[in-house]
């Protein structure tokens, strides 16, 4: 799909050097992904936090690890 936009120039290619992009649409497109990814870290780090991150116990570590098929 494509998009008219007005883009400050001089910041596009300041970001195009910091993501090593080298057209105008790989730029905003990297830059796009860069602050949704920052943002899902964001989030991550939140539930981390405040403990909402659901983690595996002891018991469930050790059955997630057992192996699925019969040795030998």
Known sequence: MK??????RQL?????EILG??????????ALFEVRRAELRRRLAA??????????????????RAPTVPAG
């Open 21 to 30: 992009t080298e057209t105008l649409k790989d730029t905003v497109n990297a």
């Open 47 to 64: 539930r981390v936090r405040n403990g909402t991150l659901p983690v595996p116990t002891i018991a469930e570590l050790r059955r997630m």
């Open 12 to 16: 596009a290619d300041e970001v195009a």
């Open 3 to 8: 998009t008219t936009i007005d883009v400050d």
